[in-house]
């Protein structure tokens, strides 16, 4: 039976001030594209620089493992669509398929579900009763966290030891989680009445509010082991820019040139993995290593 994690859970603000920084430009970027693909993105990596994501190969997306310097497709059996967005330490990959039909996965579509694949096995995730399930973060001791969607409002949850978790920041209309460390230290995002979209960290049972100094979007993405934090941020001209949150301060990250960035990963060494988009409006992956 799934738990509930609500309203008794305490919200704080998270108290940087104004606090960021440009980047640095030590780190290097590396763009990342399946070989004839028409889009690429970036989802996660693990403490072994492995990477997965997805690509769209005649107009249909794939999920990726990118190990080693070659790329292996992942393809949950009869789906018509697959992406990969987590792995751990172990090689556990996490995403989402669809099992029918076409186009991008929307909270309320019932074909969609979330998945795990382990030691070359496929097992669906589906939140009891959901409309629409995704398995978005998986942890070095194998928990998982998403979205799912139930009666058109989306909740979070936490999947561990078989028992699902709802995770609801206190009075918001939606919240979506995306990733967990090994200390299960949960980041994720949620919407308020007014419509405006914050990220949020979760942590002994607080949840803390994360906005991005100035910006009217923000998204908590990733988090490593020492709680450093990516994702991603709009400004008020409606660019998307990546940041990272390290020790209280934000750092923004733009791929050069690109009209539009996201950092969506960072594993322990603090290398980052995200997508961005040029002019031509095609979609490339990153990695950023930092030295």
């Not at 920084?21 to 989802?43: E, G, H, K, Y």
């Not at 820019?241 to 060494?269: C, K, M, Q």
Request: charged residues 15%; negative net charge; hydrophobic residues 35%.
């Amino acid at each position: 039976m799934p738990r509930q994690w609500r309203l008794y859970l305490f919200a704080l603000s998270f108290a940087l001030g104004a606090a960021s920084n440009v980047l640095a430009q030590d780190p290097t970027f590396t763009m990342i594209d399946f070989p004839n693909a028409t889009s690429t993105v970036c989802q996660g990596i693990n403490p072994r620089g492995d990477i997965v994501g997805d690509y769209t190969l005649e107009g249909k997306p794939h999920g990726y493992l990118l190990s080693g310097g070659e790329f292996t497709t992942i393809d949950f059996p009869g789906a018509t669509r697959t992406t990969a967005r987590g792995i751990n330490p172990q090689g556990d990959v996490v995403g989402l398929y669809r099992s029918a039909g076409t186009g991008v996965c929307g909270p309320t579509d019932r074909n969609c579900h979330g998945y795990v694949l382990s030691r070359g096995e496929f097992t669906s995730i589906d939140f009891p009763d959901a409309t629409s399930t995704v398995a978005d973060g998986i942890s070095p001791r194998g928990d998982i966290v998403g979205p799912y969607t139930l009666d058109g409002v989306q909740h979070g949850y936490l999947l561990s030891d078989g028992t699902f978790t709802s995770i609801d920041f206190p009075g918001a209309i939606a919240t979506v989680a995306r990733d967990i460390n090994a200390r299960g230290d949960i980041v994720g995002h949620y919407d308020t009445a007014d419509g405006r979209t914050h990220g949020y960290l979760l942590s002994d049972g607080t949840f803390t509010s994360i906005d991005f100094p100035d910006a009217i979007v923000t998204l908590a993405i990733g988090i490593n082991p020492r709680g450093d934090i990516v994702g991603r941020y709009n400004t008020a001209d409606g660019r998307a820019h990546g940041y990272l949150l390290s020790d209280g301060t934000f750092t923004s990250i733009d791929f050069p040139d690109a009209i539009s960035t996201s950092a969506v990963r960072i594993n322990p060494r603090g290398n980052i993995v995200g997508f961005y988009r040029n002019a031509d409006g095609i979609q490339h992956g990153y990695l950023l290593s930092r030295h």
